[in-house]
C-alpha cells in the first residue's frame, strides 16, 4: 500500500498531470527510450519528465542494474496504483474525445503473429489510407514470450494473435483458416494427391513451437491425437510458422500450416496439398486488447476497421 509519507509534499496543484503518464511508460518500460517512444517524447524530456518523478516522491523510482534499470521498492508498489489513476483518467477525459478518421492524425500500435501479418497487414493499412489518410500504424510481430503478453496488450492498442494463445484483457474473433498437409509435390507417398494414415504415422513432420501457447492444446494437437498420432515423429522444429513450407520443401517431409499460406507458397517451394484423414481443423486468429481501451473512440473504431478487413479475407476463403 502507498501512503502518504511515501509522496512529497508538493502541492497537488503544482504537479503536472502529464507525469502521470510519463510516470506509467516508465514504470511498464523501465527503460527511458521505450517510455518515451510510447508517448512520442524525446529522451532529453523523458529524463526530465523522471528527474521531476524522483523529486515529488524522493525516491529513484528506476536505477541501473547490470540489464538495464530496475524498478525501486516504492515504484513497485506505484505500479497497480498508477495503473488504476490512469485507467481512471482515461475514463474520465480520454474517451469523452470524439474520433474523427477523416482529420485525425493518430498512429495506431498493433502487434500480430506473424500468419496475422501476411494475411492482414496489407488490406489492413489499405483501408486505414482510405478512411484515415492522416493516420498511420505501426505493426510489428508478436512477441511469443508468455510472461510478456500483459506488458504487450498494455503497450499496444490491438494485438491479433491465435485466439488458444488466452491472452488476458478483451478479445473477438477476426478470421479462420483451415489446417492442410502439406508434402513435396513428387513425394513417394502420395497417391492421388492423398496420404493415409498409415503414412502420417510412419513420415517425419516439421513443427512450430509457440511458448506462448503454454499449456494450452492446440487445435491440431487434439485432431492427432484422436488418430493416434500423438507420438508423431518430429524431425525439425521451427519458431516461426512462416519457415515450416520451407523446412519441408525438397524433403519427405510433412507439416500442417493454413490452407492461405500453403497457396501462397506451394507452386514457388514445389509442394503440394495433400488430402488426410484427418478431420478439418480450423485455426482463429482474434484481436485482444487491454480493458482500458475497451471504449476508447479510437482504439472501437479500428476493431471495426478490423472487422470489415477480416470480412474482405472471409470472402476470398474457398
Same mark, same amino acid.
Given at each position: 500500500?502507498?501512503?502518504?509519507?511515501?509522496?512529497?509534499?508538493?502541492?497537488?496543484?503544482?504537479?503536472?498531470?502529464?507525469?502521470?503518464?510519463?510516470?506509467?511508460?516508465?514504470?511498464?518500460?523501465?527503460?527511458?527510450?521505450?517510455?518515451?517512444?510510447?508517448?512520442?517524447?524525446?529522451?532529453?524530456?523523458?529524463?526530465?519528465?523522471?528527474?521531476?518523478?524522483?523529486?515529488?516522491?524522493?525516491?529513484?523510482?528506476?536505477?541501473?542494474?547490470?540489464?538495464?534499470?530496475? $524498478?525501486?521498492? /516504492?515504484?513497485? =508498489?506505484?505500479? *497497480?496504483?498508477?495503473? &488504476?489513476?490512469?485507467? !481512471?483518467?482515461?475514463? @474520465?477525459?480520454?474517451?469523452?474525445?470524439?474520433?474523427?478518421?477523416?482529420?485525425?492524425?493518430?498512429?495506431?500500435?498493433?502487434?500480430?503473429?506473424?500468419?496475422?501479418?501476411?494475411?492482414?497487414?496489407?488490406?489492413?493499412?489499405?483501408?486505414?489510407?482510405?478512411?484515415?489518410?492522416?493516420?498511420?500504424?505501426?505493426?510489428?510481430?508478436?512477441?511469443?514470450?508468455?510472461?510478456?503478453?500483459?506488458?504487450?496488450?498494455?503497450?499496444?492498442?490491438?494485438?491479433?494473435?491465435?485466439?488458444?494463445?488466452?491472452?488476458?484483457?478483451?478479445?473477438?474473433?477476426?478470421?479462420?483458416?483451415? $489446417?492442410?498437409? /502439406?508434402?513435396? =509435390?513428387?513425394? *513417394?507417398?502420395?497417391? &492421388?494427391?492423398?496420404? !493415409?494414415?498409415?503414412? @502420417?504415422?510412419?513420415?517425419?513432420?516439421?513443427?512450430?513451437?509457440?511458448?506462448?501457447?503454454?499449456?494450452?492444446?492446440?487445435?491440431?494437437?487434439?485432431?492427432?491425437?484422436?488418430?493416434?498420432?500423438?507420438?508423431?515423429?518430429?524431425?525439425?522444429?521451427?519458431?516461426?510458422?512462416?519457415?515450416?513450407?520451407?523446412?519441408?520443401?525438397?524433403?519427405?517431409?510433412?507439416?500442417?500450416?493454413?490452407?492461405?499460406?500453403?497457396?501462397?507458397?506451394?507452386?514457388?517451394?514445389?509442394?503440394?496439398?495433400?488430402?488426410?484423414?484427418?478431420?478439418?481443423?480450423?485455426?482463429?486468429?482474434?484481436?485482444?486488447?487491454?480493458?482500458? =481501451?475497451?471504449?476508447?473512440?479510437?482504439?472501437?473504431?479500428?476493431?471495426?476497421?478490423?472487422?470489415?478487413?477480416?470480412?474482405?479475407?472471409?470472402?476470398?476463403?474457398?
Amino acid at each position: 500500500m502507498v501512503t502518504q509519507e511515501h509522496v512529497s509534499r508538493e502541492p497537488l496543484r503544482e504537479v503536472d498531470a502529464n507525469l502521470l503518464f510519463a510516470l506509467h511508460a516508465l514504470i511498464e518500460e523501465r527503460n527511458l527510450t521505450r517510455a518515451g517512444e510510447r508517448l512520442l517524447m524525446s529522451q532529453p524530456a523523458m529524463s526530465g519528465a523522471l528527474a521531476r518523478l524522483r523529486k515529488h516522491f524522493d525516491d529513484e523510482l528506476l536505477v541501473r542494474a547490470s540489464h538495464g534499470f530496475e $524498478l525501486t521498492a /516504492l515504484a513497485q =508498489r506505484l505500479r *497497480p496504483a498508477v495503473t &488504476d489513476a490512469l485507467g !481512471a483518467a482515461e475514463g @474520465l477525459l480520454g474517451h469523452e474525445r470524439a474520433f474523427s478518421p477523416a482529420t485525425s492524425a493518430k498512429r495506431f500500435a498493433v502487434s500480430m503473429s506473424e500468419y496475422a501479418m501476411t494475411v492482414l497487414a496489407e488490406p489492413l493499412t489499405r483501408l486505414l489510407t482510405e478512411q484515415a489518410p492522416e493516420c498511420s500504424v505501426t505493426l510489428d510481430p508478436l512477441d511469443m514470450d508468455r510472461d510478456q503478453l500483459d506488458t504487450q496488450l498494455m503497450r499496444r492498442d490491438l494485438i491479433v494473435a491465435p485466439i488458444y494463445f488466452e491472452f488476458p484483457g478483451r478479445s473477438q474473433p477476426v478470421s479462420t483458416d483451415t $489446417l492442410v498437409c /502439406l508434402v513435396d =509435390r513428387d513425394h *513417394p507417398r502420395l497417391r &492421388d494427391g492423398a496420404l !493415409a494414415l498409415d503414412d @502420417l504415422h510412419e513420415m517425419q513432420h516439421a513443427v512450430a513451437e509457440f511458448p506462448a501457447a503454454g499449456p494450452v492444446r492446440r487445435p491440431l494437437e487434439v485432431e492427432l491425437e484422436k488418430h493416434g498420432l500423438a507420438d508423431r515423429s518430429v524431425l525439425v522444429r521451427v519458431r516461426s510458422l512462416l519457415t515450416l513450407p520451407f523446412a519441408v520443401a525438397g524433403t519427405d517431409m510433412c507439416c500442417f500450416v493454413p490452407s492461405r499460406l500453403a497457396r501462397r507458397c506451394a507452386d514457388l517451394l514445389g509442394l503440394t496439398i495433400a488430402r488426410t484423414p484427418l478431420g478439418a481443423v480450423d485455426i482463429t486468429e482474434a484481436a485482444h486488447w487491454h480493458p482500458r =481501451r475497451e471504449n476508447d473512440p479510437s482504439v472501437v473504431w479500428l476493431r471495426r476497421l478490423l472487422y470489415d478487413v477480416a470480412v474482405t479475407v472471409e470472402d476470398e476463403r474457398p
